[in-house]
């Protein structure tokens, strides 16, 4: 049912907004419950004969004698189809409770949410047959981008969700009309739900925990099934040791140099992805002596204290 909790909660939300609405009400329509069959017991006790049947029948088949009295209440669903409808006595109250709008909840996609918000019109009373609409709200999340870390150096510690942004638009259909005559949607974006994601695997750990240096990380809204998008993830134990020898030192920084003159000559001498993930120190997608650097600073605060670690000297993505 609830593909996207955060959809639905925030849907029930601004559905117990409409809910106390006058007209709209649950509690305004129990109450016209009652009215209504008040009304239509005064009706059947209004006309002069059959007072002896009355007792017999309900307050329904009483008002249903009386054709003149009552009127057609039809109730539309989005696309103006018949959703229900009522016989409502002359001047009784409309009971919008009983109209069951459940069925118009949908999941156009997965990222979609759509449901009942409100009728283009809800009088009190039935004083003429009249077709009442239903206008729906949505609630769409949207990723707009996936968490900036890419690759990881060590094992330990949780998949780094900074940078994720998720969206949700809420748009409803208003009962006033625009120039073309249809019904107007007001549109709010929220941008502050990126909090409520999780990633699958959530460690590190987890996610290389197959031997393999890449890996796919699912984000799901929180309590989901259904993931929003997915990313990959590389373990990058070599980070900056682009001779591949088991270090990384001076000798790194002046072969990145030299490969950024090269490539600056040559542009044809552009490494390979998995040079890339290694040397591309700053992540900006080229060689470049700002990629040296880093190696020289790496190499130096390891010299002064070899705890040190790469994320100590960059914010790697
Ligand atoms: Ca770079």
Redo the contacts with the bound molecule.
Sequence with gaps: MNKLRILSVLLSMMTAAVLIQPGVSAEGSSESTSSASASAQNTSAGSSNAAADQEKTTGTTAAKETADNLFTVTFLDFDGNVLYSMDVPSGGKIDYASVDTSSLHTHPDIYTEKMFYQWDQSPEYAEENISIRALWQSATILLKNVPDKRRYTALDGSIDLDGLEVSITIEKQLTELDEDGNYKISTTTSDDVALSCAAKPATVQEAFSDGNSSAEISIYPIGETKPLSSYKIYYVPDFGDVTGNGIVDAVDASHLLRLYADITEDPKKQPDDAFMLKG?????????S??ASFVLKYYAAVSADEKTVWDDIIKIK
Aim: aromatic content about 0%.
């Design positions: 591309d120190i700053d992540g900006d997608g080229k060689i470049t700002a990629d």
